[in-house]
């Protein structure tokens, strides 16, 4: 086996990885309504490849549902209401506690010596359902460290989570939501 052949494992460093989800108003009051970020908080990850070649490469990454925050500046009141409502109402994170996605297929382009745009298919399991999901992400390896980081999109339906509305139904959030990306991960020893 070739010094390209061995498998190298990474892991997620929590704090310094960043993950946000964006969900936006719809509606006849959206103009007034609030579009919160949504911050990530409690998460694991792994990634194994083999250096050069990204072959062999898997990703896992499993998120503690409830530890969901808001993070826009807004008052306590609306930010515990906006938190309930999507713990208890939408993600229901007493009964699907976690989120995970686990990747089936890897392919990469290298772009530079250190850097790949990598297409990351694989399954996400949230609230209850599992379907395949495709990644984008540019990726940068050093040494003892990986970097990733990109955007995509989800709907909400698509995975059984009710769209909540305010309002009479004047104030909704629409379907799709952006996650954003950005996490670091460093190379693990034996």
């Known amino acids: 086996m070739s010094a390209t052949d061995t498998v190298v494992h990474y892991r997620m460093v929590a704090g310094v990885s960043r993950c946000t989800v964006r969900v936006c108003a719809a509606g006849l009051f959206s103009s007034f309504g609030h579009n919160p970020t949504i911050a990530v908080r409690g998460y694991t990850g792994e990634a194994f490849f083999s ?3 990204l072959r062999q490469a898997s990703v896992r990454i499993s998120i503690q549902s ?6 826009d500046d807004v008052s306590q009141k609306d930010r515990r209401e906006i938190e309930s409502t999507m713990r208890q109402e939408v993600l229901e994170t007493s009964t699907y ?3 995970v996605f686990e990747s089936s297929l890897i392919s990469a ?3 530079s010596d250190y850097g790949y745009t990598v297409n990351v298919t694989g399954n996400l399991t949230l609230h209850g359902v599992t379907r395949s999901e495709t990644v984008n992400a540019q990726v940068t390896l050093m040494v003892d460290t990986l970097r990733a980081y990109g955007e995509f999109s989800l709907k909400q339906t698509d995975y059984g989570i009710k769209l909540v509305s305010v309002a009479g ?3 909704k959030v629409k379907d799709e939501v952006k996650v954003t990306f950005d996490i670091i991960a ?3 020893e034996g």
């Open 51 to 53: 250096p050069g070649t």
């Open 66 to 71: 409830a530890t969901l925050e808001v993070t």
């Open 97 to 99: 506690p976690e989120i």
């Open 109 to 111: 382009n290298k772009l």
């Open 169 to 171: 139904g004047g104030l």
């Open 186 to 188: 460093r190379k693990q």
